[in-house]
């Protein structure tokens, strides 16, 4: 029965390893996700920004016409 219970013991902690490595690397790429979801979210209200910028600088970029004397 000892050699039994080692085995067990054995093969308790070998799971205790892997479900550890496992849980590590849920949580490691739990972080990544929030990340790049904080980066595109911070991308999407900077490009709004910059196209707000841009429809409003238009008018300023074409020159006015000069008035001809006839």
Known sequence: MTEN???R???EIAFSKTQTE???RSRTISEIDEVAADRDAKTARL???RLEKEANAV???TKPKKA???
């Open 68 to 70: 001809t004397k006839r």
């Open 9 to 11: 013991e054995q093969a």
């Open 59 to 61: 008018p300023q970029l």
């Open 22 to 24: 496992y849980l590590a």
């Open 5 to 7: 219970s080692k085995s």
């Open 47 to 49: 490009r709004e920004l």
